[in-house]
């Protein structure tokens, strides 16, 4: 199972980290996927981290601004969220080898 964390509320401009572990599993080896999702729309790949955390991509309209990285010995994966605006509102998940876990909402006030 997974679980993504560290959302919250922030003014425009502002930053956070949100953070994708894994219970009962490892994310060690695999490629972690950060999603997000505002209701009503469909969800929206924003990042992407290969397994060996050499290969990222990011959707446009966050390239420049986000970061995602990993933390093997802790087996976690970080998307590192700055410049943040209010269109980036939504829950963001995190997704491995198909599993989804519990998102965690973002709110960025203008």
């Known amino acids: 199972q997974l679980q993504a964390s560290g959302g919250g509320l922030v003014q425009t401009g502002g930053s956070l980290r949100l953070s994708c572990e894994a219970s009962?599993?490892?994310?060690?080896?695999?490629?972690v996927g950060w999603f997000r999702q505002v209701p009503g729309k469909e969800r929206e790949g924003v990042s992407c981290i290969g397994s060996n955390g050499e290969s990222t991509w990011y959707v446009d309209s966050v390239k420049g601004r986000f970061t995602t990285s990993r933390d093997n010995a802790k087996d976690t994966v970080y998307l590192q969220m700055n410049s943040l605006k209010p269109e980036d509102t939504a829950v963001y998940y995190c997704?491995?080898?198909?599993?989804w876990g519990q998102g965690t909402l973002v709110t960025v006030s203008s």
């Open positions: 009962g599993n490892t994310l060690d080896g695999y490629a």
């Open positions: 997704t491995c080898m198909g599993y």
